[in-house]
């Protein structure tokens, strides 16, 4: 027994570094975790483009309804817009809503739905997104009109 607290000559030789062996197993986990880190990578930024396009989307809806819902003169029509550059394309509906009441029982008159679509292709699939919204036929006349 060896009264130092060093360790001997015998045992230093024993305890001399890590075995060839060691080094590919940690080379396989430490590549494992590399390539489990790369995937969840790109899946945030697969993500993060989807969330970006269908942000981009909305807004356009949004865009549109605006654009038609502000028209002098609604009439009941229907529209595609053809896709451009970005790929997506849009149908636009407005129609005479005849079934809508108030409280008292009474039709209200001259209420249009405005009603858009958006459709495009992402990751080789068809997606489409719709919006609408309801306005009255006079609510952009000028006054005494």
Do not use: C, H
């Not at 607290?5 to 396989?28: H, K, S, W």
């Not at 654009?67 to 009941?76: D, M, R, S, T």
């Not at 550059?85 to 849009?90: C, E, N």
Request: proline share 4%.
């Amino acid at each position: 027994m060896n009264p130092l607290p060093f360790p001997t000559a015998q045992a230093a030789n024993t305890q001399r570094g890590m075995t060839l062996m060691e080094v590919i197993v940690a080379m396989g986990i430490f590549s494992l975790a590399a390539v489990a880190l790369v995937g969840s990578l790109n899946s945030i930024a697969d993500t993060t483009r989807e969330a970006q396009r269908l942000l981009e989307v909305e807004q356009a809806l949004e865009s549109i309804i605006d654009e038609y819902g502000k028209l002098p003169n609604l009439v009941e029509k229907k529209e595609t817009i053809k896709p451009g550059k970005d790929g997506v394309g849009f149908e636009v509906r407005i129609e005479l809503v005849r079934d809508l009441r108030t409280k008292n029982g009474n039709f209200l008159a001259d209420i249009f739905r405005i009603a858009a679509t958006a459709n495009w292709r992402e990751g080789g699939r068809a997606r489409s997104l719709s919006a609408e919204t309801l306005r009255n036929a006079r609510s952009f006349l000028p006054n005494g009109s």
